[in-house]
């Protein structure tokens, strides 16, 4: 009896030891196709169901990172903070991650990532302000205009780039930058920073065409960035730089410097006012695996959020959203034991990744964002938050 309990015990434990084992192997050799990690926005949208019950910030400034992951933030923490000082990233309230996955599947590009955090909605690969079927989708800078609000994108990469194209405009082809321009030339942005790249090549008008373009709308600014005085003083403005002028804290202006005069011409309005500033660095370093340029863009990234943080503390109504439209790069910062504590950048890829990446939230609003899992719902908030005093952001 007690032989026959141990053989069939024995078996037993065979049998599940095959079962685990052939689940583990069709696991790993069996790829997840798209459609089953697709997002649909309908259906998700439809969920949402958390009332908004705090306090609505009376500005926003939105700072999103190009191709910015956990691996290059824990860079930043690892080597760049001072001894005994208090690092920027702990200072935010909120601090947590999103998804960044496109419509079409688990990776994504910096259109249909700006344009859901633009807009609320989930997109396809090089769609700008538009959704799946190519419809028009309001972005989060319109909704703000239409609220009596002044708006303005600061940008370290050229004006017509992905991301600061997904908060300002409507195009299914993001290399039209003649197309790109004019629209914004033909909205109600108040402000926009920064630089000009492949002038003349193929939809990229030269130099004098782009800034008779923005002319139409904008007062462009010398390189001083001095602002409009007197009559002029609430003249739509524009700061266009050559390629690559606006690259780290060596640049002149570097980002920081842009930032502030953006912040000085908001604050010298009576309204309130959203304003997104974006850094390339990241996404341009990591695409070549270019380490010491990595470094060289946190510092930027650093101070500018310094400066941003601090005038949310000061001024009291400001939310601050800091987060990443991707992550590039695959970096890891790893140390040998043969050079410890000294810490190196290893590179996985030359291409976007399908990593979460950080979303930290300050002031007045960001308790809203705690809960957001994926890249629409910042979007989807962000425009609730200005649209009305009481409304639903996400699901609980």
């Not at 899992?373 to 609980?396: V, Y």
Request: proline share 4%; hydrophobic share 35%.
């Amino acid at each position: 009896m007690k032989n026959w309990k141990k053989t069939s015990l024995l078996t037993t434990v065979i049998i599940l030891t095959l079962l685990v084992c052939l689940i583990y192997l069709f696991k790993i050799s069996v790829s997840i196709p798209s459609s089953d990690i697709e997002f649909s926005p309908g259906e998700t949208n439809s969920q949402v169901g958390a009332e908004y019950k705090g306090v609505k910030p009376k500005n926003i400034i939105v700072f999103i990172v190009d191709g910015m992951g956990f691996g290059h933030l824990s860079l930043a923490i690892q080597t760049q903070q001072m001894e005994n000082s208090t690092s920027v990233w702990q200072e935010f309230d909120i601090k947590g991650w999103h998804d960044a996955r496109s419509a079409y599947g688990p990776l994504t590009d910096s259109e249909a990532s700006g344009t859901a955090m633009a807009t609320g909605t989930s997109t396809n690969f090089g769609h700008i302000g538009i959704d799946q079927d190519q419809k028009p989708l309001k972005n989060l800078l319109e909704v703000a205009s239409e609220n009596g609000y002044t708006t303005g994108i600061v940008t370290d990469s050229y004006v017509w780039d992905g991301t600061p194209a997904a908060f300002s405009v409507h195009i299914r082809n993001e290399d039209d930058a003649r197309s790109i321009m004019t629209q914004m030339a033909e909205s109600d942005l108040d402000l926009l920073f920064g630089e000009l790249e492949d002038l003349g090549e193929d939809d990229i008008p030269e130099k004098e065409e782009s800034l008779e373009i923005l002319s139409q709308r904008f007062q462009l600014l010398d390189k001083n960035l001095k602002l409009p005085e007197g009559d002029k003083a609430s003249t739509p403005v524009a700061a266009i730089f050559k390629e690559d002028e606006v690259q780290d804290l060596n640049s002149i202006p570097n980002l920081t410097q842009l930032t502030e005069t953006a912040l000085n011409y908001m604050t010298s309005k009576d309204s309130p006012f959203v304003l997104f500033v974006e850094s390339e660095e990241m996404d341009a370093a990591s695409h070549e695996n270019d380490s010491q340029r990595v470094l060289k863009g946190l510092k930027s990234i650093q101070q500018t959020l310094a400066q941003v943080l601090n005038f949310s503390k000061t001024n009291g109504e400001t939310l601050v959203l800091f987060t990443a439209d991707h992550e590039t790069g695959g970096l890891a910062a790893v140390a040998n034991w043969d050079e410890y504590p000294n810490m190196q950048i290893r590179w996985s890829t030359k291409n976007h990744t399908a990593a979460v990446v950080p979303l930290f939230a300050q002031g007045p609003g960001a308790e809203y964002f705690s809960k957001v899992q994926r890249n629409w719902e910042i979007g989807f908030c962000l425009k609730n938050l200005i649209r009305q005093e009481s409304t639903q952001l996400i699901q609980e």
